[in-house]
């Protein structure tokens, strides 16, 4: 009976050992980005950076936040000696970033303004919630370019120079409005709470009302009725759609109206709190994302817009395809391209770029060798 435990306790100890020697690995791989970054001033060193909140995650995906800096040497090589697997810092500047709680602890004077688009699987895609492909992916550059181009620049009159695109390093974006006129981003970055909620939910049509239709809306929904080959006309010149959709004629299209309703004003995936939590942190723009081992990679509009950025290639750090391991797999996978690659269950030697995806999606594989 003794020796039942007694092998358990071995395993469990190889376990713990193979596990450390993972996790020593995965480190090394991720201090060996960060030199480079750092070096290529690739990483984000935050504005005004002694008054902004930093957090990171090593463990999870937030161990600690409340952090702080004086200058940013030190930021820089407390990164390079923590090399964290997820980096963030505040939308809020504080004058006192270190003091634990909310807002009024943490003394706010000043906030950046951003979105983020954070979308979930797709119809199109095959794998479970948590991982990722081409298309969700495409949906996600998508819902950035929605925003902007139908809401952020036809309504709110910024240009596309005003706009900072971020990848998020997942299934997402981070869009911040940065103003190139000094006056406007002063204004936006003092709005508060309200105004800032105000914002959000006039691009979610949270206070649409189909009896009294503002202008930009009727526009927005107007283009969507147009693309689904509806007459607009009437719906243009009329404020009162609620009588416009009860009319004795539209019997049949009302359902088919109000479901484009209902489509358009819920298209877009927004973290809410992004834009709304004063304390709110977001990923560190030239870090890495721990789930994924992807950038946090800036990207110009057009870049996006074109079709050029393709994350699962252009997101993977260059050196993450040079070095190669021996691994085994030890539990079912989805499929992942990576560098159009496509990886599964039975893949055997693989790049830093897949051990970093599937350390970080918790997946249950081991290290041969090291080539
Ligand atoms: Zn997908």
């Not at 201090?31 to 480079?36: H, M, N, T, V």
């Not at 977001?282 to 057009?302: A, C, N, P, Q, W």
């Not at 893949?347 to 770029?353: F, G, R």
């Amino acid at each position: 009976m003794k020796s039942v435990p007694q092998t358990q306790n071995l395993d469990s100890k190889n376990d713990s050992k193979d596990r450390n020697s993972l996790f020593s690995e995965i480190s090394n791989l991720y201090s060996e980005y960060y030199k480079y970054a750092i070096k290529r001033k690739w990483l984000e060193i935050p504005t005004d950076l002694p008054h902004r909140e930093i957090g990171f995650g090593i463990t999870k995906k937030v161990d600690n936040r409340n952090i702080c800096f004086e200058n940013n040497i030190d930021y820089l090589k407390w990164v390079l000696k923590n090399s964290p697997l997820h980096l963030y810092k505040s939308l809020s500047y504080m004058e006192h970033p270190e003091n634990m709680g909310g807002a009024n602890q943490k003394k706010l004077f000043r906030r950046e303004i951003a979105f983020d688009i954070d979308t979930h699987k797709t119809e199109k895609c095959k794998h479970e919630e948590n991982w990722l492909c081409e298309h969700c992916l495409e949906e996600a550059k998508n819902q950035t370019l929605i925003l902007i181009d139908e809401y952020l620049i036809p309504f709110f009159g910024f240009s596309k120079n005003d706009l900072k695109i971020v990848f998020s390093g997942n299934r997402g974006y981070h869009i911040y409005i940065d103003p190139k006129n000094e006056q406007i981003k002063e204004e936006i970055e003092h709005w508060g709470k309200n105004e800032r909620r105000y914002f959000i939910e006039f691009i979610l049509g949270k206070n649409l009302s189909l009896n009294h239709m503002g202008s930009a809306w009727k526009t927005i929904l107007t283009n969507q009725f147009k693309k689904n080959k509806f007459p607009i006309k009437s719906f243009k010149n009329s404020n009162n759609w609620d009588k416009e959709l009860n009319k004795s004629t539209r019997e049949k299209s009302k359902p088919l109206l109000l479901d484009i309703i209902n489509k358009t004003k819920n298209r877009l995936e927004l973290d809410e709190k992004v834009m709304d939590d004063d304390i709110r942190l977001l990923r560190t723009v030239g870090s890495l994302h721990g789930f994924t081992g992807f950038m946090v990679k800036e990207i110009k509009y057009d870049t996006l817009s074109n079709g050029f950025f393709e994350p699962l290639s252009d997101a993977v750090f260059s050196e993450f395809s040079k070095t190669y391991y021996d691994i085994r797999i030890n539990t079912a996978i989805d499929e992942v391209t990576i560098k159009n690659e496509q990886y599964t269950k039975e893949s055997k030697e693989v790049p830093a770029s897949l051990l970093l995806f599937l350390y970080g999606h918790g997946v249950n594989f081991e290290i041969l060798k090291k080539h």
